[in-house]
């Protein structure tokens, strides 16, 4: 064997695993099915909550420093391939992640949910950012569930006319410089019953929210065509072009057919 051609970890005895991008339930998923095989993984999370679930692999927290960090990253750590698992928002991650496994010529794979598609009875408004869903939401107050990330809470400032409930697993702080918000500390899944409980309990008149895809969080969107509520519906952004499946399943399977998951 041409030792020129082993990758520097590998050729030094060290462990050569495979990284999975997460922030997601498919990530965790795939970190499960990899750790049942005996397979080498370890998990990335940007470190956002403070409190993150348990996971069945090694983690590790915080950014890499951009595309070039992340490169410096995966030649250190000697990882085989790379499994780009962020949450379909996730654009800034997943781009630099592209790059970086072209730059080293690393196995690559997105795994991306399917989006939610428009089903009839579906008050759907869609837009392409936040600041574009307080227009959206019009002048007239309106009572509104924001099921939004904390970092993208601040357009609504803009809009002090509505009467707002926000759910985060981590406290809003500072809480949102509008005279009426309420907060709940939730984190989900959440079921249809248990949401509309909930819209109904609040008298919620519109619901601002992400695409987010898969069953965790479609309970709201369910409750709101069951109770004729409007959705203002952030638009997924563009992600970078690259070979992805829409299950940790299909992940290991495509990673198996790469040959990444040989001689671990
Ligand atoms: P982003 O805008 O694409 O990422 C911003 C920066 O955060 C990245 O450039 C990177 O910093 C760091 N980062 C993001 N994901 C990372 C990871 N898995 N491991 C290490 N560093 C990471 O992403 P975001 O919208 O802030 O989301 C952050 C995390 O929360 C992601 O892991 C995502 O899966 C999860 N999440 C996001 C959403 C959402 O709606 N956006 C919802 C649920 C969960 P450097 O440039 O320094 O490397």
New binding site residues.
Partial sequence: MDSQRVPAAVSAGMSSPILI????TE?RELAALLAARGIEAV???????ANPVAMPVPV????????E??VAHLREAGIRALVD????????????AAEAAAMLGLPFLALRRGAWIRLPGDDWTEVTDARRAVTALGPSPRRVFLA??R??LAPFVAAPQHDYLIRSVDPVEPPLAVPRARYILARGPFGETAERAMLEEHRIEAIVC?N?GGGATYGKIAAARALGLRVVMLRRPELPEAPHVATAEGALAWLDHAGALRGV
């Fill in positions: 991008l997460g922030g997601t990530a998990l990335s999370l940007a470190g956002r909550t590790r927290l915080g950014g890499f420093g951009g595309a960090g992340l698992a962020t949450h379909p928002y996730a654009a800034t991650m997943s781009r630099h939004l990330g970092q993208e992400k987010s």
